[in-house]
């Protein structure tokens, strides 16, 4: 098989995984969707203002999906988007006490799961695997 029908393959098993898993245990009200934009959102919160054009360009997702999915976030209370006063199409988004605690309850379930994925794998493959899979990523994000 050639790379990219390896890589597809894993992804698919690994996004089973997840669902599985947190199904099994229904310890999370988040979709994966969902908990990679709380954790994007966490990571560079505090830093400046956060934005949904700040988002846009982390995540390389459209303007709507961006936008529906902190739509979803701010009515399950995860997030506050908030206007700036100077100018009206600019929003800031910040986390909630909710969507922290769900942010740190799904960091637990990922960092579970990525023991199951790593337990047959070397510190350095693990090391190599992952500075790989950060190259591929900017192989393929389309640069604004």
């Known amino acids: 098989d050639t790379l990219i029908c390896q890589i597809h393959q894993t992804s698919n098993c690994i996004d089973n995984y997840v669902t599985n898993y947190m199904v099994q245990r229904g310890k999370t009200l988040l979709t994966p969707m ?19 054009k700040d988002l846009m360009r982390f995540t390389s997702l459209s303007k709507a999906t961006t936008s529906q999915n902190l739509k979803v976030l701010e009515k399950k209370n ?9 100018d009206k199409r600019k929003k800031t988004i910040r986390l909630t006490a909710l969507g922290l605690e769900n942010l740190r309850l799904e960091d637990r ?17 693990v090391k190599s695997l992952v500075k790989s899979l950060k190259q591929i990523r900017e192989n393929v994000t389309i640069k604004k």
């Open 34 to 52: 969902e908990a990679m934009t709380l954790r994007i959102i966490y990571q560079h919160y505090g830093e400046n203002e956060f934005s949904a």
């Open 78 to 86: 995860f997030v506050q988007i908030e206007l700036k006063d100077d």
């Open 109 to 125: 379930c990922f960092s579970e799961m990525s023991d199951v994925i790593q337990s047959q794998l070397s510190e350095e493959e």
